[in-house]
């Protein structure tokens, strides 16, 4: 008898992205200046140093390398890594231009999270997988950016 991993949400992240600073090889690097991590019984504020090292892999694939830390009010520390990839296509690219916020039914963009806390009642993360899902983005430009993404529990 096989068994099937389920999903449970555990969080919602929202991020603010300051416009990346453009590096060699389609390196763009993204600061992180704040946001929430919000979950059942939990909350906590994204800090510095938090940002995305994200690198064009293809002419419409990015790949993410995202590192976040948040502070509870607590004081305790949730630290939060990722890769992921970020998949464009022709209809999003309007919108990523001028800023405009993209669904995520619109495009493909998927992470696979890391959780390290010194939270007392959220040891668990420690030692479980996570995936992430984009709900809204918008792409930084004139204005910051921002990013909502739902993280899952692999059950």
């Given at each position: 008898?096989?068994?099937?991993?389920?999903?449970?949400?555990?969080?919602?992240v929202e991020a603010v992205i300051e416009a990346p600073?453009?590096?060699?090889?389609?390196?763009?690097?993204?600061?992180?200046?704040?946001?929430?991590?919000?979950?059942?019984?939990f909350s906590a504020k994204i800090v510095s140093p938090?940002?995305?090292?994200?690198?064009?892999?293809?002419?419409?694939?990015?790949?993410?390398?995202?590192?976040?830390?948040?502070?509870?009010?607590?004081?305790?520390?949730?630290?939060?890594?990722?890769?992921?990839?970020?998949?464009?296509?022709?209809?999003?690219?309007?919108?990523?231009?001028?800023?405009?916020?993209?669904?995520?039914?619109?495009?493909?963009?998927?992470?696979?999270?890391?959780?390290?806390?010194?939270?007392?009642?959220?040891?668990?993360?420690?030692?479980?997988?996570?995936?992430?899902?984009?709900?809204?983005?918008?792409?930084?430009?004139?204005?910051?950016?921002?990013?909502?993404?739902?993280?899952?529990?692999?059950?």
């Open positions: 008898m096989s068994t099937v991993p389920t999903l449970e949400k555990v969080m919602v600073q453009q590096g060699a090889n389609g390196l763009g690097i993204y600061n992180v200046p704040s946001g929430t991590l919000t979950g059942d019984g938090s940002g995305d090292w994200s690198r064009m892999l293809s002419d419409t694939v990015i790949g993410l390398d995202v590192r976040l830390s948040a502070i509870m009010d607590d004081g305790s520390l949730i630290y939060i890594t990722y890769p992921g990839r970020v998949v464009l296509n022709e209809a999003i690219a309007p919108k990523a231009a001028t800023g405009e916020e993209i669904d995520g039914s619109e495009m493909y963009f998927t992470t696979t999270p890391s959780v390290e806390t010194n939270a007392p009642d959220l040891q668990w993360m420690n030692d479980t997988l996570f995936v992430g899902k984009m709900q809204t983005v918008s792409f930084a430009g004139a204005k910051p950016g921002r990013l909502v993404y739902h993280i899952y529990k692999i059950v």
